[in-house]
């Protein structure tokens, strides 16, 4: 079976190879990236499965979710994909925080096709999978609809804080309000076309471009409606209103390359929050937290920190018998040497 693919070009930058996709090409088969043919993202797939939820079944809204961590943890860190990537893009996060004790979950988005709806279907799923309340992190339309979802809770809140990466606070930055309500209907290749048009290919690192190169095969891979519902999400008209998240206490982590996001939407988001964290990447790309994941997970610890001694943790509190076990086995591992 021909399979559409996005080629990436021979060119080099500083050295190293530079995706650049070419839309329209088809090849028999298609080169796997490295990021999913490193070890880690195989032992992701093996040991964290992804299930679905339904949480409508009238609407047939359906959530695929990865989760790890203790179960008892009742406010874990979500993590929100941006428009491009399904929710292993993350499982570099996912494993490390994991292996530390917090609870994580990444989630990829049902078929829905404007933020309030988005909302709800959250809160749904949020209810069934009995949570308290939630950290958040999300990139890009992820950053976005984590911030549009605490001011649809604003009242009875549900988030603890927020991570917003490479994230905007007004759609009207895409420029593309009228294109919007007509994404429903346009065939698959318009719709990654268009998506790829906001990844830029000027030089890059090689851990920039493996991510890069990670993103592109998802975005071949995602279904047409899937993509239509969240481009629509990303361009239909809509705002945060920063003063019902006065409560919510906010990191921005941005990086200082290339990205998809003008140097105008990220002094939006600052002067809206101007009280919230700043993490800076000096390089990254569209997605830092897969290209420096060591760097992200580093701010994502020191984010969570402040709330490890209070109920609404995301991470389980150690177990004193473990601690001590440990500690006896380094006592004696230091004798015997």
């Keep these: 079976q021909r399979t559409l693919i996005f080629l990436r070009s021979k060119r080099r930058g500083q050295g190293l190879p ?16 490295v990021l999913r043919k490193s070890q880690e993202y195989v032992s992701f797939r093996s040991t964290i499965s992804r299930k679905k939820i339904t949480v409508d079944n009238v609407r047939e809204e359906v959530w695929s979710v990865y989760d790890a961590g203790p179960r008892s943890v009742r406010c874990p860190l979500i993590f929100l994909p941006p428009v491009s990537a399904f929710a292993d ?13 917090y609870r994580v979950i990444a989630v990829d988005y049902p078929t829905v096709w404007n933020d309030r709806d988005w909302c709800e279907s959250f809160r749904k799923l949020i209810d069934s999978l009995q949570l308290d309340k939630v950290h958040l992190f999300g990139s890009s339309l992820g950053g976005f609809l984590a911030m549009k979802f605490a001011e649809y809770t604003a009242i009875n809140q549900r988030v603890h804080s927020i991570m917003a990466c490479n994230a905007f606070i007004d759609t009207a930055v895409f420029d593309k309000s009228r294109s919007a309500t007509g994404f429903w209907a346009m065939p698959a290749f318009l719709l990654k076309k268009w998506v790829l048009s906001h990844i830029p ?13 990670f993103v592109v ?21 809509a705002y945060v209103e920063p003063q019902k998240l006065t409560a919510v206490a906010v990191t921005i982590v941005d990086v200082f390359d290339d990205s998809a996001l003008t140097n105008t939407a990220q002094e ?10 700043r993490a800076h990447l000096k390089q990254g790309g569209n997605f830092p937290y897969a290209s420096y994941p060591a760097e992200v997970n580093c701010y994502i610890q020191i984010h969570l920190k402040p709330f490890e001694d209070d109920r609404y943790s995301a991470k389980a509190p150690d177990d004193p018998t473990t601690a001590a076990a440990a500690a006896v086995a380094a006592s004696a591992a230091a004798e015997n040497e």
């Design 18 to 33: 530079l995706p650049c996709f070419l839309l329209g090409v088809f090849e028999e088969d298609v080169r796997m990236s």
């Design 89 to 101: 893009i993350f499982f570099q996060q996912i494993l490390y925080l994991a292996s530390l004790g």
């Design 201 to 213: 290919n000027s030089p890059t690192e090689r851990s920039i471009a493996d991510a890069t190169d």
């Design 217 to 237: 095969e998802q975005i071949e891979s995602m279904p047409r409606d899937e993509l239509a519902a969240r481009l629509t999400l990303n361009c239909k008209p």
């Design 268 to 277: 939006e988001v600052y002067k809206c929050f101007p009280n919230a964290k």
